[in-house]
């Protein structure tokens, strides 16, 4: 990013929820969601298009063009979308609840001619892209042997994808944090997505021992995911317009990494998820003042 001080941009994951009436929505039905929801923030993340592989007979489902159009048409100049690339193209095998529980290697897997139709079919939003994040499930040794042949397979599909996108990178396993990963992520240009939750260590604990690799990157991802999907939801029931597990001390931590990563010159972006803790939007709030205005964006 040429903004050689950094910046720090705060959304969500997903913007579709009516119980933000009054957070973020001026009525809970009825309304252009995005268009209101980007009034009030700078960034946000469409999960929607990751969902794209479901059985072998169905192919792989791509943005409808309309959606694309829609979307670009509802922001303004300035606003970015943090976008997951489709899992048609992450996922090793089809998912064994849509195979009857056999495993069924996935075709499209890292198909750089797939990735370009993607791309082409979101070309009218590519004024407003931040990072297209690749997002890998848990890789056990059934599907990929090793941390090696991940990156030997991963850097020949990078090889082959268009250039002058901000292409990102998450992976769910621990093990795979390692100096070749770091150094592979440099190499080829893709920024490092941190989560918290699905059995990952926390952002800091990453952080504290990373912080030299990751600082080399004109971009990084901070997703606050949550450990509990489930539990959250239970808590909740589903109805995510309230705090119900606070995290001061991580919030606290979390904050402070992304300004010292904005203060090395990185584009820092901080996607919440409702599951963190049980209210998107309530916890940007909570954030915006660790910040202290270091960088930051939020509106």
């Known amino acids: 990013m040429s903004n050689p001080h950094g ?34 923030y700078s960034t946000v993340e469409i999960d929607q298009w990751f969902w794209s592989l479901f059985t072998p007979a169905a192919g792989a489902r791509l943005p409808a063009p309309a959606d694309v159009l829609r979307y670009r048409d509802a922001v303004p100049e300035g606003f970015r979308f943090s976008v997951k690339a489709p899992n048609s193209i992450t996922l ?31 070309d009218p939003l590519k004024p407003f892209l931040g990072p297209v994040m690749f997002q890998f499930e848990y890789l ?27 292409y990102a990178m998450e992976v769910r396993n ?19 997505v941190l989560i918290e939750g699905y059995w990952m260590p926390p952002i800091t604990e990453v952080y504290q021992k990373w912080r030299d690799a990751i600082q080399g990157h004109s971009r990084v991802v901070l997703r606050l995911m949550g450990k ?12 995510w317009d309230r705090i119900v597990a606070p995290k001061d001390k991580d919030l606290t931590a979390i904050a402070d990494i992304a300004k010292d990563l904005a203060k090395s010159g990185a584009a820092v972006y901080i996607n919440v998820n409702n599951h963190y803790e049980g209210c998107a939007p309530a916890t940007i709030e909570r954030i915006k003042p660790l910040l202290q205005g270091d960088q930051a964006r939020s509106t």
């Open 7 to 40: 910046k720090i941009r705060i959304g969500t994951c997903s913007w579709k929820y009516p119980e933000w009436e009054g957070l973020v929505y001026s009525a809970p039905k009825g309304i252009d969601y995005l268009a209101e929801y980007a009034r009030k």
């Open 92 to 122: 090793t095998h089809y998912y064994p609840r849509n195979t009857g529980g056999k495993p069924v290697s996935n075709p499209y897997f890292l198909s750089p001619d797939l990735f370009q139709k993607f791309l082409s079919l979101i």
């Open 140 to 166: 056990n040794k059934m599907k990929m042997p090793s941390p090696g042949m991940f990156r030997d397979r991963l850097g020949e599909f990078i090889d082959r994808i268009p250039e002058g996108y901000a």
């Open 174 to 192: 621990k093990s795979y944090f390692t100096r070749g990963y770091f150094d592979f992520l440099l190499e080829k240009k893709l920024a490092p």
């Open 228 to 239: 509990d999907r489930e539990g959250m939801a239970k808590i909740t029931g589903n109805r």
